[in-house]
């Protein structure tokens, strides 16, 4: 095994390099943050989560097991590390989260593959089946991001798109390469690309998830299942809510309400949390987002009212999943996690910016600085304590604890 020193090689909305103590020190970072909370009362003990490997599936995985002593089960598709090229930023994730788990005693489970085919699903039963307490799970969260599916049914790849809906989408945009706010320009979707766009986003594989688990009998009495959202304000509608993606959330509802009736049966439920902004791989590539995440920032740090995904997820549990608390909803029938973000003095304050923000004022009307650090924060770069200069070794096994 060689070891090389790591930089971080930015491109567009993505890193092609990845730091393992980098990513290792953030995992404490969010362990320390939960730790740092009470205990959950009433809390998951047996958790599946469908993309467990970064952003709110990843602080879901720590807040239940750092805040419940919950043993947990992931599954993502994550790149393992080769001589002398990193691993992606989700398989040091998990690799670090596993070796965190084992040092305090929790059993973690670790699944790599394709979570939309159809083996998988046989895969994750029987290893709850074995290995999990009770052999069932009492918690389901779903939080798969990916740009393509493959239909188990038909064999038939999908691929998402991120274009508006109905006609052309013209707004002011944050080129975060070269920190330049400038204008973007979106042709409007075609009613493939909605379709396509929603088979891979939408809730049909969630639903499958579900009704796989519930026929292998590995839900518990009373289980729960959460996907995660976003609505986000009406300067982002057209390329989001009212766009592929929103079409493909409305699907993830649908479907929501469908898996409650299921659970139900079985005194569980299902529900969609809609979260607040935070800065991740994903949301890094809509145009229109970086530019008002870094205005939001700035704002709600002003505030005291800034969250990272671990806060979020940690405040979810804490104040309504569990400690004996009801959840509470919208009038769509949706748990808001984005309450902070979409106050009406937060929302005011940011787009009172939005016209004076320019590629000149950026540092004075916005947080770039903050969306810098998040963002490379993903990557495992920019922590403290970590000597960025050594050489690190590339390969580390992902142990089940």
């Known amino acids: 095994m060689s070891q090389v020193v790591l930089k971080p090689r930015v491109r567009g909305f993505i890193c092609l ?3 393992p103590e980098g990513c290792a020190a953030h995992i404490r970072e969010q362990i320390a943050h939960v730790k740092s909370r009470p205990p959950l009362k009433g809390g998951p003990k047996s958790v599946l989560v469908l993309g467990c490997s970064t952003g709110y599936g990843l602080a879901s995985r720590i807040s239940a097991a750092f805040g419940s002593g919950a043993a947990t089960l992931g599954v993502a598709f994550e790149r393992p590390g080769e001589a002398d090229k990193p691993a992606s930023p989700g398989w040091y994730n998990t690799a670090a989260f596993h070796d965190e788990a084992r040092k305090a005693g929790l059993k973690a489970f670790y699944l790599n593959g394709d979570a939309f085919s159809n083996e998988m699903k046989v895969q994750v039963a029987e290893l709850i089946k074995s290995r999990m307490p ?4 009492d918690l389901v969260v779903y939080s798969l991001a990916s740009p393509r599916r493959t239909d188990p049914k038909t064999g038939e790849t999908h691929k998402s798109v991120l274009k508006p809906v109905g ?3 013209h707004a002011k945009n944050l080129d975060t390469d070269r920190k330049v706010v400038n204008e973007v320009s979106l042709e409007a979707a075609t009613p493939e690309d909605v379709a396509n766009t929603v088979k891979v986003m939408g809730g049909e594989d969630w639903e499958l998830w579900m009704e796989a688990l519930d026929a292998a009998g590995v839900l518990a009495e009373g289980a729960q299942t959460v996907a995660y959202s976003y609505i986000g304000p009406q300067v982002t509608w ?3 809510k009212d766009g592929t993606i929103g079409k493909a959330k409305e699907d ?9 009736a299921l659970l139900k049966l079985r005194r569980g439920r299902a529900f969609v949390s809609v979260n607040k902004a935070v800065v991740t791989q994903a949301s890094s590539a809509i145009p229109v987002v970086p530019l008002y995440i870094s205005l939001l920032f700035k704002v709600m ?3 005291g009212t800034h969250e990272g995904c671990v806060e979020q997820i940690q405040r979810l549990f804490e104040r309504q999943m569990y400690n004996g608390n009801a959840l509470e909803f919208d009038d769509a029938g949706r748990v808001r996690l984005d309450d902070w973000e979409m106050a009406t003095d937060v929302q005011k304050a940011v787009f009172d910016l939005w016209p004076k923000v320019t590629t000149e004022t950026l540092d004075a009307h916005g947080d770039f600085a903050g969306y810098q650090t998040d963002f490379l924060k993903l990557f495992g770069f920019g922590l403290a304590g970590v000597d960025y200069e ?3 070794e590339t390969e580390r096994p992902i142990a089940d604890a």
């Not at 009770?134 to 799970?137: A, I, L, R, S, Y």
């Not at 993830?252 to 409650?260: C, Q, V």
Request: no cysteine.
């Open 167 to 169: 006609q052309a989408f």
């Open 134 to 137: 009770g052999g069932k799970v």
């Open 301 to 303: 740090k002003a505030k």
């Open 17 to 19: 390099t990845a730091h």
């Open 252 to 260: 993830l509802e649908k479907a929501g309400a469908r898996i409650d």
């Open 390 to 392: 050594a050489p690190t």
């Open 238 to 240: 057209p390329i989001y």
